[in-house]
């Protein structure tokens, strides 16, 4: 899957992942290899994810993904 992650004002992140985990409106939720398209609010919390044995985290405010055949834009504001 390959990742993107921007503010107003940066790319933070572009590259391959292998695993996701989000903070939805509903709780957290994680996105994997040939997930299904979507679109879904952020709230407060922190993106995960998964790159080989390399694992990071961004903390966040708010924000949006979309989801669309193994490719993940999210648009965030940053805690």
Same mark, same amino acid.
């Given at each position: 899957?390959?990742?993107?992650?921007?503010?107003?004002? @940066?790319? $933070?992140?572009? !590259?391959?992942?292998?695993?996701? /985990?989000?903070?939805?409106? #509903?709780? &957290?939720?994680?996105?994997?290899?040939?997930?299904?398209?979507?679109? @879904?609010? $952020?709230?407060? !919390?922190?993106?995960?994810?998964? /790159?080989?044995?390399?694992? #990071?985290? &961004?903390?966040?405010?708010?924000?949006?993904?979309?989801?669309?055949?193994?490719?993940?834009?999210?648009?965030?504001?940053?805690?």
């Amino acid at each position: 899957m390959i990742l993107e992650i921007i503010t107003p004002v @940066a790319t $933070l992140f572009k !590259g391959p992942v292998d695993r996701l /985990s989000l903070p939805g409106e #509903e709780g &957290i939720f994680d996105i994997l290899p040939h997930h299904v398209s979507l679109i @879904a609010s $952020l709230r407060e !919390g922190e993106i995960r994810y998964e /790159s080989g044995k390399k694992r #990071e985290a &961004i903390a966040i405010k708010n924000g949006f993904v979309d989801v669309n055949n193994d490719h993940i834009s999210i648009c965030i504001e940053q805690s």
